[in-house]
Protein backbone atom coordinates (compact mmCIF):
# COMPACT_ATOMS: atom_id res chain seq x y z
CA UNK A 1 0.00 0.00 0.00
CA UNK A 2 1.25 3.37 -0.54
CA UNK A 3 1.99 5.66 1.94
CA UNK A 4 0.82 8.56 0.15
CA UNK A 5 -2.10 8.15 2.61
CA UNK A 6 -0.48 7.83 5.80
CA UNK A 7 -3.64 8.23 7.83
CA UNK A 8 -5.80 5.77 5.36
CA UNK A 9 -2.97 3.49 5.78
CA UNK A 10 -3.24 3.44 9.75
CA UNK A 11 -6.94 2.91 9.80
CA UNK A 12 -6.44 0.27 7.06
CA UNK A 13 -4.08 -1.87 9.43
CA UNK A 14 -6.19 -0.94 13.12
CA UNK A 15 -9.55 -2.11 11.30
CA UNK A 16 -9.33 -5.20 11.97
CA UNK A 17 -8.41 -4.64 15.97
CA UNK A 18 -11.14 -2.77 15.97
CA UNK A 19 -13.76 -4.91 14.34
CA UNK A 20 -12.67 -8.06 16.38
CA UNK A 21 -11.70 -6.49 19.60
CA UNK A 22 -13.10 -8.17 22.62
CA UNK A 23 -15.68 -5.83 24.07
CA UNK A 24 -14.41 -5.12 27.95
CA UNK A 25 -16.52 -6.80 30.22
CA UNK A 26 -18.35 -4.92 32.83
CA UNK A 27 -17.21 -4.82 36.63
CA UNK A 28 -18.33 -7.63 38.90
CA UNK A 29 -21.33 -6.40 41.08
CA UNK A 30 -22.08 -8.44 44.52
CA UNK A 31 -25.40 -7.77 45.76
CA UNK A 32 -25.63 -8.22 49.18
CA UNK A 33 -29.32 -8.84 50.91
CA UNK A 34 -29.52 -7.54 54.17
CA UNK A 35 -32.51 -7.46 56.89
CA UNK A 36 -32.05 -3.74 56.93
CA UNK A 37 -32.34 -3.80 52.84
CA UNK A 38 -30.35 -4.75 49.41
CA UNK A 39 -27.12 -2.86 48.94
CA UNK A 40 -25.31 -3.80 45.47
CA UNK A 41 -21.09 -3.17 45.26
CA UNK A 42 -19.64 -3.30 42.19
CA UNK A 43 -15.86 -4.63 42.53
CA UNK A 44 -12.91 -2.55 41.43
CA UNK A 45 -10.66 -4.79 38.36
CA UNK A 46 -7.46 -2.60 39.64
CA UNK A 47 -7.63 -4.52 42.60
CA UNK A 48 -8.02 -8.47 41.40
CA UNK A 49 -6.60 -10.74 44.38
CA UNK A 50 -9.45 -8.70 46.55
CA UNK A 51 -11.99 -9.01 43.92
CA UNK A 52 -11.69 -12.71 43.00
CA UNK A 53 -11.62 -13.43 46.29
CA UNK A 54 -14.60 -11.49 47.52
CA UNK A 55 -16.36 -13.36 44.21
CA UNK A 56 -15.44 -16.96 45.57
CA UNK A 57 -16.34 -16.35 48.95
CA UNK A 58 -19.90 -14.82 47.79
CA UNK A 59 -20.71 -17.88 45.52
CA UNK A 60 -19.81 -20.17 48.36
CA UNK A 61 -22.24 -18.83 50.60
CA UNK A 62 -19.04 -17.56 52.99
CA UNK A 63 -20.71 -14.29 53.89
CA UNK A 64 -24.26 -15.84 53.98
CA UNK A 65 -26.34 -15.38 57.18
CA UNK A 66 -23.56 -13.20 58.90
CA UNK A 67 -23.86 -10.21 60.79
CA UNK A 68 -22.98 -6.71 60.63
CA UNK A 69 -21.12 -7.39 63.96
CA UNK A 70 -19.21 -3.51 64.51
CA UNK A 71 -21.41 -0.56 63.32
CA UNK A 72 -19.86 3.00 64.01
CA UNK A 73 -21.93 6.07 63.19
CA UNK A 74 -20.44 8.76 60.92
CA UNK A 75 -17.90 6.07 60.10
CA UNK A 76 -18.37 2.78 59.05
CA UNK A 77 -20.11 -0.66 59.57
CA UNK A 78 -18.24 -3.98 58.88
CA UNK A 79 -19.29 -7.38 58.34
CA UNK A 80 -18.09 -11.02 56.93
CA UNK A 81 -16.67 -12.67 59.86
CA UNK A 82 -17.34 -16.10 59.71
CA UNK A 83 -17.81 -16.38 63.72
CA UNK A 84 -20.90 -14.15 63.40
CA UNK A 85 -22.99 -16.88 61.65
CA UNK A 86 -26.56 -16.60 62.62
CA UNK A 87 -28.75 -19.91 62.55
CA UNK A 88 -31.84 -21.30 62.38
CA UNK A 89 -33.58 -23.96 65.05
CA UNK A 90 -35.41 -26.42 64.85
CA UNK A 91 -38.57 -24.20 65.31
CA UNK A 92 -37.81 -21.87 62.97
CA UNK A 93 -36.36 -18.95 65.09
CA UNK A 94 -32.91 -17.74 64.64
CA UNK A 95 -29.75 -18.04 67.11
CA UNK A 96 -27.45 -15.75 66.94
CA UNK A 97 -23.81 -15.52 68.81
CA UNK A 98 -24.53 -14.88 72.54
CA UNK A 99 -23.91 -10.84 73.30
CA UNK A 100 -21.03 -11.55 75.29
CA UNK A 101 -18.65 -12.95 72.32
CA UNK A 102 -16.10 -10.65 71.11
CA UNK A 103 -16.70 -10.81 67.56
CA UNK A 104 -14.16 -9.54 64.69
CA UNK A 105 -11.36 -12.65 64.84
CA UNK A 106 -13.19 -15.00 62.53
CA UNK A 107 -11.54 -15.78 58.97
CA UNK A 108 -10.40 -18.96 56.38
CA UNK A 109 -7.37 -19.32 57.79
CA UNK A 110 -5.44 -16.98 55.03
CA UNK A 111 -4.90 -13.29 54.47
CA UNK A 112 -4.83 -10.75 51.21
CA UNK A 113 -1.81 -8.87 50.05
CA UNK A 114 -2.51 -5.15 50.14
CA UNK A 115 -3.71 -3.90 46.67
CA UNK A 116 -3.84 0.05 47.45
CA UNK A 117 -4.26 2.43 44.23
CA UNK A 118 -4.60 6.13 45.10
CA UNK A 119 -5.21 8.44 44.59
CA UNK A 120 -8.07 6.42 42.61
CA UNK A 121 -9.78 4.42 45.39
CA UNK A 122 -9.92 5.86 48.47
CA UNK A 123 -12.09 6.02 51.65
CA UNK A 124 -15.04 7.97 50.35
CA UNK A 125 -18.50 8.05 51.58
CA UNK A 126 -19.33 4.04 49.62
CA UNK A 127 -16.20 2.42 49.35
CA UNK A 128 -15.89 -0.89 49.76
CA UNK A 129 -12.93 -2.13 51.90
CA UNK A 130 -10.95 -5.34 53.46
CA UNK A 131 -10.41 -5.12 57.40
CA UNK A 132 -7.49 -6.70 59.16
CA UNK A 133 -5.45 -6.58 61.85
CA UNK A 134 -3.65 -3.77 63.35
CA UNK A 135 0.10 -2.90 62.12
CA UNK A 136 1.02 -4.10 65.55
CA UNK A 137 0.45 -8.11 64.48
CA UNK A 138 0.26 -7.32 61.18
CA UNK A 139 3.25 -4.86 59.51
CA UNK A 140 2.71 -6.27 55.89
CA UNK A 141 -1.22 -4.53 56.35
CA UNK A 142 -2.60 -7.88 54.93
CA UNK A 143 -6.49 -8.04 54.50
CA UNK A 144 -8.60 -10.51 56.33
CA UNK A 145 -9.86 -13.12 53.71
CA UNK A 146 -13.46 -12.73 54.93
CA UNK A 147 -14.09 -9.23 56.67
CA UNK A 148 -14.93 -6.24 54.75
CA UNK A 149 -16.34 -2.95 55.48
CA UNK A 150 -18.46 -0.37 54.12
CA UNK A 151 -17.82 3.61 54.68
CA UNK A 152 -20.39 6.17 55.58
CA UNK A 153 -18.02 8.88 57.10
CA UNK A 154 -18.64 12.11 58.34
CA UNK A 155 -18.42 15.40 56.88
CA UNK A 156 -15.65 17.48 56.71
CA UNK A 157 -14.53 21.15 56.67
CA UNK A 158 -11.46 22.47 55.41
CA UNK A 159 -9.51 22.88 58.48
CA UNK A 160 -10.44 19.37 59.92
CA UNK A 161 -9.79 17.70 56.53
CA UNK A 162 -6.89 19.82 56.15
CA UNK A 163 -5.35 18.28 59.57
CA UNK A 164 -6.00 14.74 58.24
CA UNK A 165 -4.23 15.32 54.64
CA UNK A 166 -1.30 16.94 56.75
CA UNK A 167 -1.14 13.57 59.15
CA UNK A 168 -0.99 11.82 56.14
CA UNK A 169 1.92 13.68 54.46
CA UNK A 170 4.14 12.67 57.20
CA UNK A 171 3.77 9.06 56.12
CA UNK A 172 3.84 9.86 52.30
CA UNK A 173 0.42 9.58 51.56
CA UNK A 174 -0.91 12.26 49.49
CA UNK A 175 -4.29 13.37 49.34
CA UNK A 176 -5.18 14.24 46.20
CA UNK A 177 -7.15 18.09 44.59
CA UNK A 178 -9.56 15.02 43.61
CA UNK A 179 -10.14 13.41 46.83
CA UNK A 180 -9.88 16.72 48.58
CA UNK A 181 -12.78 17.93 46.61
CA UNK A 182 -14.74 14.67 47.23
CA UNK A 183 -14.01 14.46 50.84
CA UNK A 184 -15.26 18.12 51.13
CA UNK A 185 -18.73 17.20 49.00
CA UNK A 186 -19.59 13.79 50.06
CA UNK A 187 -17.57 12.68 52.79
CA UNK A 188 -15.88 9.60 54.29
CA UNK A 189 -12.90 8.23 56.21
CA UNK A 190 -9.97 9.91 54.90
CA UNK A 191 -7.39 8.74 57.57
CA UNK A 192 -7.35 5.36 56.44
CA UNK A 193 -6.34 5.82 52.94
CA UNK A 194 -3.06 4.15 52.44
CA UNK A 195 -3.53 1.66 55.44
CA UNK A 196 -6.52 -0.23 54.27
CA UNK A 197 -7.45 -2.10 50.82
CA UNK A 198 -10.49 -0.31 48.80
CA UNK A 199 -11.94 -2.62 46.62
CA UNK A 200 -14.91 -1.42 45.46
CA UNK A 201 -18.03 1.15 46.44
CA UNK A 202 -21.85 1.15 46.65
CA UNK A 203 -23.90 1.75 43.10
CA UNK A 204 -27.23 0.84 45.10
CA UNK A 205 -28.44 1.32 48.43
CA UNK A 206 -26.51 4.07 50.50
CA UNK A 207 -29.96 4.83 52.22
CA UNK A 208 -29.58 1.02 53.71
CA UNK A 209 -25.82 1.73 55.10
CA UNK A 210 -26.74 5.08 56.48
CA UNK A 211 -29.56 3.51 58.44
CA UNK A 212 -27.19 0.85 59.34
CA UNK A 213 -24.51 3.32 60.80
CA UNK A 214 -27.14 4.63 62.61
CA UNK A 215 -28.32 2.41 64.64
CA UNK A 216 -28.13 1.78 68.39
CA UNK A 217 -25.49 -0.38 69.46
CA UNK A 218 -23.67 -1.71 72.60
CA UNK A 219 -20.79 -1.25 73.81
CA UNK A 220 -19.21 -3.84 71.37
CA UNK A 221 -20.67 -1.79 68.68
CA UNK A 222 -22.37 -4.34 67.79
CA UNK A 223 -26.71 -3.02 66.85
CA UNK A 224 -28.97 -4.20 69.53
CA UNK A 225 -30.92 -5.47 66.90
CA UNK A 226 -28.97 -7.57 65.02
CA UNK A 227 -28.20 -6.15 61.24
CA UNK A 228 -28.32 -9.74 59.07
CA UNK A 229 -26.34 -10.55 55.42
CA UNK A 230 -28.90 -12.72 54.38
CA UNK A 231 -27.21 -13.60 51.05
CA UNK A 232 -24.16 -12.18 48.83
CA UNK A 233 -25.45 -13.28 45.36
CA UNK A 234 -22.84 -12.20 42.08
CA UNK A 235 -24.91 -10.74 39.78
CA UNK A 236 -24.70 -11.89 35.70
CA UNK A 237 -21.93 -10.00 34.25
CA UNK A 238 -23.82 -9.53 30.76
Known sequence: MSLKYPLLALLFFSLPGLLFAKPKERPVVVRLETTAGLIRVELSDETPVHRDNFVKIAREGVLDSTLFHRVIKDFMIQGGDPDS???RR????????PRQ????????????PPEFDLPWLFHQRGALAAAREGDDVNPEQRSSSTQFYIVYGRSWGENSLGKVRATLAEDGIEMTYDMWQTYLQEGGA???????TVFGHVIEGMKVVKAIQAAPTDSLDRPLEDVILLRAVVEDRK
Open 90 to 97: PDGTLSSP
Open 85 to 87: RVR
Open 190 to 196: PHLDGNY
Open 101 to 112: KQLGDGDLGYTL
